[in-house]
């Protein structure tokens, strides 16, 4: 079961909830609360708009994260729910900028605060966010925390350059292309087992496995969502789809498809790509999937999916700690079934 898919609706949590993390949904109630309070504290400016973007929904799998590999210690509460935060601050303000990038109107089933207010407020918000991740970051005694949490940043930002450069260049290998969501998305999961690993006092072993988790889990729900872009429907995944495909973006569907054509093939299909507009043309991306369903692709990128979730379970097994490896265990089940909606 989605351990996440039955909680309350994260957008319509507020006030004051005691504090409790020996469950998930206890942690994401307090959570939400905190998360409103601090959005409160940007300037004015950018204070409604920084509540629009927090409290748009998601799953909160990354605050998910920090809270499993936390969850043995009730004395760090308060911390953990910070760490979940500044993690959620992160990843909202990549998410805006991204809108920007691939010009998607629709997240989480609404308006984008790029399609609401255009693309200069939505750039300088994702600033706004960044910058304030980093002050929740600097109200930790350790240095650690905001060196961690900027070079995650750093990493993500990077990653996301990367794939910039790089879009309508499908000559990219597959170890190229694991290289950058290493970066772009694997980097804030594993920095927020990282987090909550810290926080929590957990001895270096452990706090080592569970960011060995946090980047394959990362790496296992980059593939999912390259493959819900193609292959699946917006009405199940609440975001713009098919924008990768309009905009060049270099992805693993892509990958394999351009490297299982001929030459001919190969350049007539990046000439119809290059020439379709910003808009997903819906000819071609039948056209496209039609290609992949030929070729194989579908069921090749499955098995590098499996693989890696494979490979997750492997490192569960080394935890000694039952109860975060169980938490972490839902976290997995998560991208499963979000898998078996895809393939529905």
């Known amino acids: ?47 409604e708009l920084a509540v629009q973007a927090l409290m748009s929904g998601g799953k909160r799998i990354r605050p998910a994260l920090v809270h499993a590999c936390g969850t043995g210690n009730l004395a760090v509460s308060k911390n953990l729910i910070k760490a979940g935060a500044i993690v959620e601050f992160v990843h909202v303000a990549t998410l805006v900028h991204d809108d920007v990038l691939d010009d998607a109107s629709i997240r989480r089933d609404r308006q984008t605060v790029y399609a609401d207010r255009g693309a200069t407020a939505a750039i300088l918000l994702g600033d706004a966010l960044f910058a ?83 980047r394959r889990l990362g790496l296992a729900y980059q593939i999912f969502d390259d493959l819900a872009d193609v292959f699946g429907r917006e009405a199940d995944f609440g975001k713009s789809l098919g924008r990768d495909l309009a905009h060049g973006k270099v992805t693993l569907p892509t990958i394999t498809l351009f490297s299982k054509l001929s030459n001919f093939e190969a350049a007539r299909l990046h000439e119809t790509l290059l020439n379709s507009g910003r808009e997903p043309n819906p000819e071609i991306v039948l056209e496209m999937i ?55």
């Open 1 to 47: 079961m989605d351990v996440l898919a039955s909680l309350p609706d994260n957008r319509a949590i507020r006030g004051n909830v005691p504090i409790c993390t020996n469950s998930l949904e206890g942690f994401l109630a307090n959570f939400e609360s905190y998360l409103v309070d601090r959005a409160k504290y940007c300037d004015h400016a950018v204070r």
């Open 132 to 214: 304030h991740a980093l002050e929740m970051a600097s109200e930790f005694p350790e240095n650690e925390v905001c060196r961690w949490v900027a070079t995650a940043t750093r990493r993500t930002c990077s990653g996301e350059i990367q794939q910039s450069f790089l879009r309508g260049d499908f000559t990219l290998t597959s170890l190229r292309y694991r290289q950058i969501i290493e970066a772009k998305t694997a980097e804030l999961f594993s920095v927020s087992c990282r987090l909550g690993s810290h926080v929590a006092g957990l001895d270096d072993a452990t706090s080592a496995l569970a960011c060995d988790f946090g």
């Open 290 to 344: 039609d290609l992949m369903r030929t070729h194989g692709v579908h069921e090749e990128c499955r098995e590098l999916l499996d693989e890696e979730l494979s490979a997750i379970g492997n490192t569960l097994s080394e935890f000694t700690d039952d109860t975060i490896a169980r938490h972490l265990g839902d976290l997995r089940q998560v991208i499963v079934d979000r898998v078996a909606i895809l393939l529905g």
